[in-house]
């Protein structure tokens, strides 16, 4: 495998037959002042014949969907990869802009690692196995005692209504879901209507139970079901802590149970709430009142204008501060420094 790429030849354009070898695996910036080549280079030559030869190995029936791409002017290359192609663009700017979002490689890489990432577990790192239902009902079963709901996740974070999968469902006859958080019984509510804009998170109730070991056959049929429905997943909520463990037939932690719903994109997008940092919603910063700035002058009292947000004219808080002085028992006269 050639570790370069060779140009022969490159006449597109304004080009003088360019000869030239780009070193694979490095980052390869061409220069030059404007009209000398540069794009002709890039995107007309290498980037074109990368997608040339791209669409003439898909099926003859797609490529009838897709146009006739010209051979670029240039006698050969040889050691192209499949390429990717960012045209230049000025692009909107906002808190959440990053150089990726920008360039828009980052729908790239995010399709890149929901298909290509290896799943590891966040506590000890070792990469997660798949586990049959028997083995999921084992790790069920270590909850012993407790009182479960065991629920398939079939829509998870995603826009739309979904009445027609909710009306296919109660066909087969299941009733019982937790819309975004919400329990709904359809056979006593009806179908509930949903904004196709926003998105949502549906679970169907399979079951409700004591886990004991005596009802393993009960958990592994819920199990099996859930799994079937959601295509892979198994939820478990415990009845009074609402909390959840997320189980798979994928991928799962032996150890520490460590598991994932089906590895999507918007799993590594900032911008959904599924992959979003949940301590600065994606922002990358986080905001938070530094006590210092608010009282700068920890010596002078409430009254004197301790609190520089608030200072000693803004007479509106006033009776406030006088209601909570005697509800809590301080002193507005005393410096802040010795207030409880």
């Known amino acids: ?72 002017d240039v006698d050969k290359i040889d050691g192209l990869s499949p390429a990717i192609s960012l045209e230049q663009s000025a692009g909107k700017f906002n808190p959440r802009s990053i150089v990726a979002t920008v360039t828009e490689i980052y729908d790239y890489l ?29 790790r069920i079963l270590q909850f ?30 299941f009733t019982r879901f937790i819309v975004d958080g919400e329990f709904i019984d359809v056979d006593d509510v009806g179908i509930p209507e949903l904004d196709k804009n926003v998105k949502h998170t549906i679970d169907v109730v399979i079951d409700r139970v004591k886990v004991s070991k005596d009802d393993r056959s009960r958990i592994f049929d819920s199990v099996d079901i859930a799994i079937n429905l959601s295509e892979g997943s198994v939820v478990v909520e415990f009845f009074d802590s609402k909390n959840r463990v997320y189980f798979s037939d994928r991928y799962i932690c032996p150890e520490h149970l460590v ?12 911008n959904s709430p599924v992959g979003a940092c949940p301590s600065c919603s994606g922002i990358g910063e986080k905001y938070e009142f530094d006590p210092d700035l608010i009282v700068p002058d920890k010596n002078l009292s409430i009254r004197e204008g301790a609190i520089k947000t608030i200072g000693k004219h803004q007479f509106i808080y006033w009776d406030e501060l006088n209601a909570l002085s005697k509800k809590y028992n301080f002193s507005l006269d005393v410096p802040f420094k010795d207030l409880p």
């Open 110 to 138: 995010r399709l890149l690692f929901a298909r290509c990432g290896i799943p590891t577990c966040y506590v000890c790192g070792r990469e997660l196995q798949k586990f049959s239902i028997d083995e999921i009902v084992d």
């Open 259 to 270: 598991s994932y719903l089906k590895i999507e994109p918007n799993l590594f997008s900032f």
């Open 144 to 173: 012993d005692g407790n009182r479960i709901t065991i629920l398939s996740p079939i829509v998870y974070y995603r826009k739309g209504t979904f009445r027609h999968t909710i009306e296919e469902l109660q066909k087969r006859g």
């Open 1 to 72: 495998m050639l570790d370069s790429i060779l140009v022969r030849g490159a006449r597109e354009h304004n080009l003088k037959s360019i000869n030239l070898d780009i070193p694979k695996n490095k980052l390869v910036v061409i220069t030059g002042p404007s009209g000398s080549g540069k794009s002709s280079l890039a995107f007309n030559t290498i980037y074109a014949e990368g997608e040339r030869r791209y669409l003439e190995s898909v099926s003859t029936y797609a490529r009838q969907f897709l146009g006739k791409m010209n051979k670029p």
